[in-house]
């Protein structure tokens, strides 16, 4: 028998190595796809389907707060922000009894009992406004009736919320299961096309293996917030469409960041004139501008002015990051001595720390140097870190700040000795909206942090931290020191 020539053999070994090519392509196309069509769902169906149950839960819970001070005191702004929430949570509830959001008919039968309690529930809660009972105890019977219908129609929300989450929790550990299996067979595949030829399968490898890190670490920067990133793949295979994909994904999470930012912006300047009139015309009812007021009423514009003040002071918080973001802060520079500054400031914030049982320790420049800074931001930026030193200080303790020059750079340090953060945390405390879990349940909404980095930037700073978890923090941010004002930033 005659052996098979050279020629025979190479192309035995193309005719192998093509079908090792396309059975790894079909794997690919396979892997692809289904990432495709998984992302898909979960960003079209299951995350909006997230989003709108968590909004139909806070829509609902908010309506009965606002039915119960509409039967109190019988305002018509109150009646027509019932009646907005009403519509809202309609649409929402007939939107999840949609086939494109419900996932069975289990769920779609839910669905439509919560419907059905949430008609039944708005009929008996026009006829209690028709008659609302004069007696307090009557009143307050009205307020635990809906109060039983109302948590029945959170929980089913909540269960639609919590199949969402779980359809999410499920494709994404299917996902990683994908990524697991796909990765144990481009191995084998390798291994195999090794055995026949080392030159042309390494190259492949090679190749693959780029593209792989290219799109992995694509999915890292989207992971830390980076939406501007692309993956540099100009290739027309499957990792190279998926690539496109996972592009086109990534401008259009940028698309709705920038919405996000932009609603927050609009919805915060149109929030805050009405809320200051509210402010004031609580004020004024409270003096009894309008008339005298009882014990209860009185209590009332109590719990409304504690809810504005707070409302303010986030919709300023929001404004503040708006504007830095978008480039609109004009910082007012100007010549300061900063061992005056930091004084100035420890006089006015030294009666907060006292209420809170917690020592401020100073330490100033031996000498005193002037630095150019627009000293009410400066001044914010102190107030932000201090703040969160004492606020996470056990009674008794004591919070440092610390002055230090360096290289014609001032340093500025406030220590603390709380109960410090997670060093996986250190690198995210600084975007906005983030909380660590060490920190969750204070109040705030995760700007602060955000704000005084903004203007550290503005200023030509930096800012960071250091922490020991159960030991403390130390938050720096440095400045320049007789740096001139048209060298700064432009805000």
Known sequence: MKKPGLLEKFILAYVVFVFVLLGLNMLLLYVSSRLSNLTSEIYLVDYRKKELSSTLIDNIISLEETQKKFMLLQQDSYREMIAQKQQEIDQAWIFLETDFMSYDEKEREQIRNARQLWKTYLERYQKQIDRIPEDPDELEEVFRSNRKEIDVLVEYARASNRNAVKQIDNKIVYLKELGDQTMSSTWWVLAFALSIGLIVPFLIYRSVTRDISHIKGG???IAAGDFTYTIPLDSSDELG??????????LRLKEL?????????VVSHELKTPLTSMKEATNLL???????????QMRLLAIMEEGIRRLLYTVSELLEMSRLESGMVKLNLGSHPINSVVSSFVSEFKPFADTSGVELIVEYLPKD???TIDRDKILQVLTNLTHNAIKYSERGSHVKIRLKLSDRVLLTEIEDYGKGIPEEDLSLIFDKFYQSKYTRGHSGIGLGLAISRGIIDAHGGTIYAKSTLNKGSV?????PVAV????????
């Open 219 to 221: 999915v890292k920067k």
């Open 241 to 250: 469409r998926l690539a496109e994909s996972f592009n086109a994904m990534a």
């Open 257 to 265: 960041d920038d919405m996000k930012s932009e609603f927050i912006s």
């Open 286 to 296: 409270k003096e009894g501008v309008a008339g005298e007021i009882s014990e209860k």
């Open 369 to 371: 140097c002037q630095v």
């Open 475 to 479: 938050f720096t941010f440095s400045l």
């Open 484 to 491: 001139h004002p048209s060298r700064m930033r432009s805000h």
